[in-house]
């Protein structure tokens, strides 16, 4: 699987391959504008498999010991230098010795604990990654890394209320719109209705956004980026008072992810949906309702 | 200059949008031909996307959506191929809506909704209901009723109709009704919208750019009507009130007259009938400013044509007691449309009389409580110079006349009349005009006094003058009226002598005050009336006519005489002489001496006194002459007196040619076949000597005054007058007496100063002819001629 040590010539290359490699689902991440397929783990699974370990033809390696760890890491992009491991896990696969030829050493981390996701942000990183040490008293270390993601599917919600509310500015607009939920599963739909309760205003179209809002750090040094992942367009026109304009909108179409709240401490992405009204002289008027995304099991 | 512009810029902005259009329909005929549904989309929506301008009037908008429809069939069968290929119809369903634009992703939903009615795979309801829900989208109005009428097409052969293919469990019609009720209602929004939006000095041009956008409404109508599962009672339980509803709600002028009218045309007849109630009641509720008259009177129209298409639809009229609700709904929006013209209101009752007339012949009641309605609209108010009211009233008049070709029927209505009088003096003539027309036209025969007095009444516009500035040029127009005047005095007849004069005194009341204009036209027929009365009676009962009986041939004779004498005032002698001339015939078919020689003096009388004209005194002695020669009560004094007088004024006629030939007529006053007494030989003979001196002192002077002689004409008269007398054996005309004549008109014509005058040489050679003739039959008369030598 790995083919970058390769081309470093080092002393032995590092093949890690997972028990279940073949048959576990795979997603696709863009690293470095290539696109590579990782698996896909979930929380409490047992992650085992097999690290083998080849000298260069005729070479042996010598070592103080050869370990796997798995590691859950937040790397925060204006600290490039610190990686925040919350998840640290060692498992030992050779003693001191020296390897002249192939060897294989099975490992697993039996139901290992994996609360977050993995996640890909614009200020924040949360990644999980196996990562095999062979250590040397010279010539550096060997490493070699293998990520993997995490995905946690969560229950549907036993209270799921809708988002009703009335808005508007005076004597100038008046909605009131509703979403069917709060909480939406990534393929959810959004089905809901704006009706308009007064229109003084020449009103062009209206569109329904969804932002995603991605909090790090704490305190003062909050950074808050906020990313429009979707916009919708519901409305075409300038309606009158009376009219009821129908919303559905399929997520399934947009790279969405859960909720994320206070990851560790560290952040936090939460989404919203943006109802923007835009008139003719292109001023918009919008109200932001925050709604709660999950991940359901898709078989369930 | 401006609005050049505008036209320009919009030439462009079309030829824009259509180069755009085309563009991505190339690209997505290209993802079409790769089976590639992903591109597809995504050129479809593209293309679509051109429909999103707001730049094009509705006109140009229409061609760019046409092609746009074109394009979206192609996809319509990718899409269906797509389905057969094992591509589910709910996933593609789905896959369109992930469009980002609102008005490409509904119509790319619509097309994937009408694949996804025909795969059957959902109710068509639920699909049909979700299409026009999602529509709402779309709050522009004329890129929603475009959208809309798109939706409208692709669904009209898959609603779930009784019958069709879509049809599911029970009560689906009435899906199919919602869909398209829905669907009118959000359109007809949309076009009233349209009004409201944009600056007010455009509202004008907005007004006529939805003129053009209204039958994309209207078609949601039509398809209704269309639906098999809409029958009488759905179409009265469901379909006309909603329909009604929006019309009524919209509060829009045009809407509201488009679409009543509509209502009105794409319905059936039977519908309407059984819903007349409600749908009257919808147009006092109407804007003021709603042509209500108009939809009002197409519906009578169309509800009159119904009525006329069998006897059998009849009884439906009657069990909805049509009129009734008709004459209420006209009454109530005459009440509410306060500014509604006059013309408007005749024009209401004109069709509603129609309507009467087609549907109860029967109640004339009902005619003259309309007629009675419409006079209390009229009254109080000027004499009508609008002309388009007077129109319509002229109409409204007519056609109780046409219906019952019967102007007996007018008269019973008693507020025929009072209509008439809301007329200004040239409607009122008009419409005189049309009944006199009518009568002739069919003949009716008007039979008591009372009727007469009536129509004459009516008609009084042409009797006499209705306001003091007469003028005075007999125009063609009032000949002709006139005429017709004079046509319809002839067409009264009553059986009974009694009522007949009755009658005539009535027309005589009548056309007395008709003024010097019209007395020479309509005296005459009444004259003739009159005689004609007076030779029945004659006819009819020669014995029983005591003196007991109110309608004698005298009281005729002296209503007679008061008659002609009101032509005095008017200097038409010849006229009276005329008459006075018939009147002494008639008096001699009744044995009347007295009276004939009484006529004959008043003619005489008029000859002498009024007719100095040269011209008009010949004419006027030869009709002395001849009718002097058909008396035949007059005792040897009497007649000795007249032919002496009629003989007297011939000698003085200022033409000499006048002279002879008055000269010789005279001579058939003294020799008459039938009459024993009158044979007298000598002055017949006496006669012809002194018409062939005149004749002789002709030629002399044509001679005289042009040198040369004149024709022989008069000599050839002569000489027929002489055969006459001689064939008919006048023994003083003697053979000899012929032949000097002959020998004298040869000698004139062949003599060398005379020019050849055609006349005379044909006449001559055709009496020569007869001559012969006679000669060649033998018999008496043969015998008689053989003596004449040429």
């Known amino acids: 699987m790995n083919y970058i040590i390769g081309a470093f010539k080092p002393a032995c290359s590092i093949t890690i391959s997972l028990a279940d490699g073949n048959s576990r689902k795979q997603v696709a991440l863009k690293e470095n504008g290539k696109t590579v397929l990782i698996p896909i783990f979930h929380n409490q699974e047992t992650i085992s498999g097999k690290i083998s370990i080849e000298p260069i033809l005729g070479k042996k390696v010598e070592h103080n010991g050869i370990k796997v760890e798995l590691l859950g890491q937040i790397e925060m992009y204006f600290d490039r230098s610190n990686f925040y491991d919350f998840t640290s896990l060692v498992r030992e696969l050779d003693i001191p010795g020296e390897i002249c030829e192939r060897k294989t050493f099975p490992f697993e981390f039996s139901t290992v604990e994996m609360p977050y996701e993995t996640y890909n942000g614009a200020n924040v990183r949360l990644r999980y990654v196996l990562k095999v040490s062979i250590c040397r008293n010279y010539g550096g270390g060997i490493v070699e890394y293998q990520d993997f993601v995490v995905q946690n599917y969560s229950p549907p919600p036993s209270i799921n209320n809708s988002i009703k509310m009335e808005v508007g500015i005076e004597d100038c607009l008046h909605i009131e719109f509703e979403y069917n939920k709060s909480k939406y599963h990534l393929k959810d739909v959004i089905v809901g209705k704006i009706y308009f309760l007064l229109v003084r205003i020449k009103i062009k179209n209206m ?31 300038a309606p009158v008072r009376g009219e009821s304009i129908p919303v559905r909108l399929f997520l399934s179409p947009y790279e969405l992810a ?15 949906l943006n109802l923007v009204l835009v008139d003719e002289e292109d001023r918009r008027y919008f109200k932001q309702q925050e709604i709660n995304m999950y991940r359901l099991s898709e078989t369930s | 200059m401006i609005s050049d512009g505008v036209v320009e810029d919009e030439e462009k902005w079309l030829s824009a949008g259509i180069a755009g259009l085309q563009q991505n329909a190339f690209y997505m005929h290209r993802a079409l031909d790769s089976n590639n549904l992903k591109d597809a989309l ?20 229409y061609e760019l959506y046409m092609r746009a429809f074109d394009e979206l069939r192609k996809l319509e069968i990718f899409f269906k191929e797509e389905a057969t290929r094992g591509c589910s119809i709910v996933e593609l369903y789905e896959l369109v809506q992930h469009a980002g634009n609102i008005l490409p992703r509904l119509y790319l939903l619509c097309t994937a909704g009408s694949v996804y009615i025909k795969s059957k795979e959902a109710p ?30 692709v669904s009209r052969d898959k609603l779930p109709d009784i019958g069709s293919e879509y049809e599911g469990d029970a009560d689906t019609v009435i899906d199919a009704v919602e869909f398209v009720l829905q669907n009118f209602t959000e359109m007809n929004k949309l076009w009233v919208r349209m009004q409201h939006q944009g600056p007010a000095r455009e509202k004008d041009k907005r007004g006529k750019e939805r003129g053009e956008l209204r039958d994309l409404v209207g078609k949601n109508l039509h398809v209704l009507s269309q639906i098999e599962g809409v029958d009488l009672e759905m179409y009265k339980e469901i379909v006309l009130p909603r329909v009604l509803e929006q019309t009524v709600n919209c509060k829009d002028e045009l809407a509201q007259y488009y679409l009543m009218d509509c209502i009105i045309q794409v319905f059936p007849d039977e519908y309407h009938l059984q819903t007349l109630e409600t749908l009257l009641n919808a147009c006092p509720q109407l804007q003021a400013s709603v042509d209500v008259k108009t939809v009002l009177s197409r519906l009578m129209e169309r509800l009159s044509n119904y009525a006329a298409s069998g006897p059998e639809v009849l009884h439906e009229f009657f069990q909805v007691e049509a009129f009734a609700k008709l004459n209420s709904a006209i009454s109530k929006v005459i009440e509410a449309q306060e500014n509604m013209p006059i013309a408007g209101v005749v024009t209401l009752y004109a069709s509603l009389l129609t309507f009467t007339l087609q549907v109860h012949p029967d109640r004339l009641d009902y005619v003259d409580q309309i007629l009675g309605a419409c006079v209390m609209k009229l009254s109080g108010r000027e004499k009508l110079d609008d002309s388009k009211a007077t129109k319509q009233i002229v109409a409204l008049l007519s056609a109780p006349l046409e219906k019952y070709k019967d102007i007996d029927t ?62 005075d040029e007999l125009d063609e127009d009032f000949i002709e009226e006139q005429n017709s005047v004079a046509r319809l005095i002839q067409m009264l007849h009553s059986d009974d002598p009694d009522e007949m004069l009755k009658v005539i ?15 020479p036209y309509t005296v005459p027929p009444l004259i003739f009336s009159s005689l004609q009365l007076v030779r029945r009676l004659e006819r009819q009962d020669e014995s029983v006519s005591g003196d007991e009986a109110p309608t004698t041939p005298k009281k005729i004779f002296q209503l007679v005489t008061q008659t002609i004498e009101a032509l005095a005032s008017i200097p038409v002698p010849e006229l009276a002489l005329g008459l006075y001339l018939q009147c002494a015939e008639a008096a001699n078919d009744c044995d009347l001496e007295p009276v004939a020689y009484e006529f004959f003096t008043q003619a005489y009388i008029l000859y002498e006194e009024e007719i100095t004209d040269s011209k008009t005194q010949v004419t006027s002695i030869h009709l002395i002459i001849g009718t002097l020669q058909r008396m035949h009560i007059f005792g040897v004094e009497n007649r000795d007196a007249l032919t002496h007088k009629a003989t007297g004024y011939s000698a003085k006629l200022l033409k000499k040619p006048d002279q002879c030939r008055a000269v010789y007529a005279c001579s058939h006053l003294f020799w008459l076949d039938d009459h024993d007494s009158i044979r007298d030989g000598e002055r017949v003979l006496l006669c012809l000597k002194r018409a062939l001196r005149i004749a002789n002192a002709v030629q002399q002077m044509t001679n005289a005054t042009r040198g040369s002689s004149g024709s022989a004409l008069l000599f050839i008269e002569i000489l027929n007058k002489y055969l006459y007398f001689y064939e008919k054996g006048v023994s ?44 060649d039959k033998g018999g008496a008369v043969g015998d008689k001629y053989m003596l004449i030598t040429n």
Do not use: W
């Open chain 2, 732 to 775: 003083q005309i003697t053979v000899e007496s012929i032949h000097d004549l002959s020998k004298l008109i040869k000698n004139e014509m062949h003599g060398g100063s005379s020019p050849s005058d055609p006349a005379a040489d044909a006449f001559l050679a055709s009496t020569l002819r007869y001559i012969q003739f006679q000669k």
């Open chain 1, 258 to 272: 859960p909720t994320y709240s206070n990851i560790n401490n560290k952040f936090s992405v939460k989404y919203y």
């Open chain 2, 42 to 61: 995504k050129y479809s929506a593209q293309m679509l996307s051109e429909l999103r301008t707001s730049r094009l009037s509705p006109h140009k908008y």
């Open chain 1, 207 to 237: 569109d329904l956004e969804i932002r995603r809002r991605e909090s790090t750090g704490s305190g003062s040094n909050t950074h808050v980026e906020t990313e429009t992942l979707a916009k919708f367009e519901l409305m075409d026109g």
């Open chain 2, 410 to 471: 007018a008269l019973k209505l008693s507020n025929y009349p009072r209509i008439m009088e809301c007329l200004n003096d040239g409607s009122h003539k008009e419409m005189a005009n049309v009944i006199v027309q009518n009568i002739m036209k069919n003949k009716t025969c008007i039979s008591t006094a009372e009727k007469v007095d009536a129509l004459f009444e009516l008609i009084k516009g042409l009797i006499r003058d209705l306001d003091g500035d007469s003028h």
């Open chain 2, 505 to 519: 005194q009535t027309v005589r009341k009548h056309i007395l005050t008709g003024g010097r204009k019209r007395l």
């Open chain 2, 124 to 153: 068509a309801k639920d699909v049909l209901k979700d299409l026009v829900e999602m529509c709402r989208g779309i709050q522009h109005p004329l890129r929603g009723l475009f959208l809309r009428s798109y939706l409208s097409q």
